[in-house]
């Protein structure tokens, strides 16, 4: 039986989802709200990132699975409501799949993202659905868990990976870097 073909990997188009339903720790950026570059949601011309080719690393490296080719074409998140992406686990064959929800109880509402969760959680996949007020954890086997999320959670990635103190403090050096004075020049410092 032949192999079935790779993914086909799309473009964000006019989609900004992302912008507003996950969290940017470089940039300070809380989950549920827009990112203050993003020209959908301050009405600049055009639709996307206004800092574009000097974006966070955190922006330039995520990629949804509907941008992955990973969900049908139908899917794409500003259609859905929701931002669906996966994170490393413990066990590589079944990372956590993440439903950013563009408000809370998008997922409820819509009939097609609940199809797409039960199917995710038949394949044995942990689901967190989040949004700005809590994160539902969808473990297969197990009651759903709900968990308040205070203001200063809005801003952790949870579950980036199995420690994420150690991820917010690579990050806290990364902002720290990425802001600090650039060193003095190296040259003589003779008085003249």
């Not at 990112?35 to 922006?59: D, N, Q, W």
């Not at 473990?139 to 205070?150: A, E, F, L, S, Y």
């Amino acid at each position: 039986m032949p192999a079935a073909p790779p993914p086909v990997k799309r473009t964000c188009g006019t989609c900004t989802l992302c912008c507003k339903a996950t969290a940017v720790f470089e940039l300070r950026k809380p989950t549920g709200e827009w990112c203050a570059h993003c020209t959908a949601a301050t009405g600049a011309a055009g639709k996307g990132c206004g800092v574009y080719e000097t974006r966070p690393y955190e922006c330039r490296a995520f990629e949804c699975l509907w941008l992955q080719g990973l969900l049908p074409e139908r899917d794409r998140p500003d259609d859905l409501h929701a931002v669906l992406y996966a994170q490393a686990t413990a066990d590589p064959d079944r990372p956590l799949v993440v439903v950013a929800e563009a408000y809370p109880g998008a997922a409820a509402r819509n009939p097609r993202l609940a199809t797409l969760l039960a199917g995710i959680l038949r394949r044995g996949h942990p689901v967190d659905v989040r949004n700005a007020e809590y994160i539902d954890r969808h473990r297969p086997g197990h009651p759903v868990r709900r968990i308040p999320i205070n203001a200063a959670d809005r801003l952790r990635v949870v579950g980036v990976n199995e420690n994420p103190a150690a991820f917010e403090a690579q990050m806290e050096q990364l902002l720290r870097e990425k802001t600090a004075a650039p060193p003095a020049p190296q040259g003589d410092r003779s008085p003249a």
